[in-house]
Every structure is written in structure tokens, then in C-alpha cells.
């Protein structure tokens, strides 16, 4: 069973950077997509970031030249380096993980890491 473990939330004051990381295991199939989505108090979850298999990334518009996601080479780990905070930054951020095989279609979710941004 595919397992994600996000780690680096914390404490930050606006204007800090921060760095989540999340290490991925029992990935036996290929790989589509690993990303981050973050859902703030009393809001609904959203696309924050993702990076394909070849490499491509996107990002949300709020987030678009202050956070960077990356690959580690062996496609275990995925970062998402987030710079110049603000205080709507401030939610839990999941990790996530699409992909295939043969037959089937794979989804998984970390259990999600708070970063907090204080004003």
C-alpha cells in the first residue's frame, strides 16, 4: 500500500519561507503526477502545486512565483519550497500521488501537515 508523509509544517512569520517534504512508499506502479493541495479553516481543499512524470509543473495562481515544487531523482520525494508567506497561506497542506498500471488507476493522500503564517 502506497504510504505519504509530509513533514516541515510549523510556526512562520509573513514574509518567512518554509519547506514541506513528502516521502512516498510502496510505489509499485508508474507515476502520473505527485502535488500539493492545502485547504484553509472553514474553505475548501485546493490545488496548490503538482509536477508530472516528465517533468511539467503548474501551479495556482495565488502561489505562482513565491512556492516551487520539485522531484527528488528517484520520484520517492516531492518538496514544495514555499517563499514570501502570508497570512491566507496559513491551512493544512496534503501531499498527493496519481498513478497507474496495467489495470488500474491510483490515488493516495498524506494525512496533511499545518503551516501556520502569522502576521
Known amino acids: 500500500q502506497v504510504q505519504l508523509v509530509e513533514s516541515g509544517g510549523g510556526l512562520v512569520q509573513a514574509g518567512g519561507s518554509v519547506r514541506l517534504s513528502c516521502a512516498a512508499s510502496?510505489?509499485?506502479?508508474?507515476?502520473?503526477?505527485m502535488g500539493w493541495h492545502r485547504q484553509p479553516p472553514g474553505k475548501q481543499r485546493e490545488l496548490v502545486a503538482l509536477?508530472?512524470?516528465?517533468?511539467?509543473?503548474n501551479y495556482a495562481d495565488t502561489v505562482k512565483g513565491r512556492f516551487t515544487i520539485s522531484r527528488d531523482g528517484a520520484k520517492n520525494t516531492v518538496y514544495l519550497q514555499m517563499n514570501s508567506l502570508k497570512p491566507e497561506d496559513t491551512a493544512v497542506y496534503y501531499c498527493?500521488?496519481?498513478?497507474?498500471?496495467?489495470?488500474?488507476?491510483?490515488?493516495?493522500w498524506g494525512p496533511g501537515t499545518q503551516v501556520t503564517v502569522s502576521s
Open positions: 509536477i508530472t512524470d516528465g517533468g511539467s509543473t
Open positions: 510502496g510505489i509499485v506502479f508508474s507515476i502520473d503526477s
Open positions: 498527493n500521488v496519481r498513478g497507474r498500471d496495467r489495470w488500474h488507476r491510483y490515488e493516495s
